[in-house]
T-cell receptor
């Protein structure tokens, strides 16, 4: 069956470094991907999204890269700050399907001052 | 900035009891969702709701679960007879459209079934 998963459950970085969080998906029909950030005690918050007709999209300090050939998604955070410490989830929705985001397991990002 | 609000933030109940989790979605949103997250695990879809009816539901959303929009602002999740394995954080979300785009999540209700 289709699944969304993350390569690294925990990522520790120093403040100011760039962070890269990875996600693999298995369904080539998925056409819309979202990154969510979940801080402790809060619900997931939308960070950035990308459609399958793009391979890169940039936001403020964040960039999402999509490699459809290997079904890989990544979230890059520039100049990581302590406030970026959170669990990051990728989610996919399926073309022609329910458009209900299906979440992966999550990666915990820890930023050390 | 508008936000989804959920009450209570914590709910403790005895196994077999009924619980109702409450949510107030963002006022101009049309699509409503419940997700749950068991500690340390991924966020799992339960149900989506549009135009006063369920539009999608997962295998988790069995006959013990129901949702309702009793008025123009509230969206509730009821669990009729709670089980130990229902213990989880329950998130309500809403969105303006149905394309899976930009769901806005509440802060969740932590349900503990004893």
């Amino acid at each position: 069956g289709e699944s969304v998963g993350l390569h690294l459950p925990t990522l520790s970085v120093q403040e100011g470094d760039n962070s890269i969080i990875n996600c693999a998906y298995s369904n080539s029909a998925s056409d819309y991907f979202i990154w969510y950030k979940q801080e402790s005690g809060k619900g997931p918050q939308f960070i950035i999204d990308i459609r399958s007709n793009m391979d890169k999209r940039q936001g403020q300090r964040v960039t999402v890269l999509l490699n459809k050939t290997v079904k890989h998604l990544s979230l890059q955070i520039a100049a990581t700050q302590p406030g970026d410490s959170a669990v990051y989830f990728c989610a996919e929705t399926l073309s022609g399907g329910s458009y209900i985001p299906t979440f992966g397991r999550g990666t915990s990002l820890i930023v050390h001052p | 900035e508008p936000e989804v609000t959920q009450t209570p933030s914590h709910q403790v109940t005895q196994m077999g009891q009924e619980v109702i989790l409450r949510c107030v979605p963002i006022s101009n949103h049309l699509y409503f969702y419940w997700y749950r997250q068991i500690l340390g695990q991924k966020v799992e879809f339960l149900v989506s709701f549009y135009n006063n009816e369920i539009s999608e539901k997962s295998e988790i959303f069995d006959d013990q679960f129901s949702v309702e929009r009793p008025d123009g602002s509230n969206f509730t999740l009821k669990i009729r007879s709670t089980k130990l394995e229902d213990s989880a954080m329950y998130f309500c979300a809403s969105s303006l459209d149905s394309g899976g785009e930009k769901l806005f999540f509440g802060s969740g209700t932590q349900l503990s079934v004893l």
